[in-house]
């Protein structure tokens, strides 16, 4: 009888684990782990920014273009959430595709003024990353690896997008 | 002159409680009648079913113009992209299941003939002939609808598809191969009266 409730608990137990593991907030998906492609920029400041330089963090790569609907009204969630995690173990790469300095500083500077974007001047590095499309958001584990992808924009500071971020910090 | 007559005569014969009475009636019925129009209006360019919504925006040359020359596009590039008819598709996966948008399995047809799509390799030997920097290509590269994409449940995808200015209005059929395997019964959809905005007046 003992064995048989104990194995009930476990089986009840992993049911449960498996349930929460898969749980994703609507519109993230888990990625295959693989290796992320090389990420080596300069933020609008001039300073350089290297992915691999980051192993032993989750980093929140993302990238957008001011001309992309879904980009506009997504970036006032990353400025608060990058607001939040500021000094999390959680980092940041926000990857401007292929816009001129002019175009990115007078589009951030009315939404999103906080943000020191990395410039993708050719659009080479997003290219590299194949994004499904603008604007798109991939979690890169501790050891390099993507494992999350983002379809589209999300509320970041909000319910299920807040907790989810928040495993990561 | 005549409009102080009219006011005097409409004032002599109807009170405020009958104006405010009638400026009502005007509203109920713009409301009942009129919103149904406007919905009417927007409703026209969208198809959906169970699985997809889909939306087309038909773009003027000026529109497209005024799009690149706002991302800083060289002249000559905007004067090549502008002899194109583009039409943005706002695709969206309603189904429970994975499905494909491949654009090469899209018929763009008229009275029994293919109309042959602007692919992106098309636009890559446009850029290459005029020496286009590589921002402005892939600037306009992420505006355009993805060749080959899986669409997830829940997942939008938009962007503009490409084709030789037509005059007359076109039928289109989708074809949605289903499942991460493509192995799930294919879906087609077959619209009508797709159009280039500059050619023809809708």
Known sequence: MKNIILSLLILLFSANTFVFAETLPKGIIRIDAR????????????????????????VFVHFWASWCGPCRKEMPTIQATLREY?????????????????????FLGSIASDIVPLMDSDGLVTERWQPRGL????????????RYQALGGRTWNKGAYKKFLNQFK | MTISLFKKRFLNHYSTTDIVLLFLAL???LLLFGSPLIAEEKKKNVYQDEDIYLRFIYRSAEQVAAFYEGREF????????????????????????????????WLFHKNGKTIPRYKQSYW?????????????????GWTLFPEVRDARPGESVSGNITLPMQMHPFSLTLYFARGENKKGKMKTVKLN????????QK
């Open chain 2, 124 to 140: 890559n030997k446009q850029w290459d002939e005029m020496k286009l920097k590589q921002a402005y290509r892939s600037t306009f």
């Open chain 1, 35 to 58: 290796d992320a492609p090389a990420l080596k920029l300069n933020d609008m400041d001039g300073n350089s920014f290297d992915l691999s330089k980051l192993k032993g963090h989750w």
């Open chain 1, 86 to 106: 500021k000094d999390s173990r959680l980092k940041f790469a926000i990857i401007n595709t292929a816009e001129t300095e002019d175009a990115v500083f007078s």
């Open chain 2, 193 to 200: 009266d797709i159009y280039c905005k500059d050619a023809v």
């Open chain 2, 74 to 105: 060289p002249k000559p590039a905007i004067e090549r992209a502008v002899q194109s008819c583009y039409v943005t598709l706002i695709f969206k996966n309603k189904s429970d299941d994975v499905l494909w948008l491949e654009l090469d399995n």
């Open chain 1, 135 to 146: 604007p798109s958001t991939f979690l890169v584990d501790p050891k390099g690896q993507l």
């Open chain 2, 27 to 29: 509203l109920v019925l």
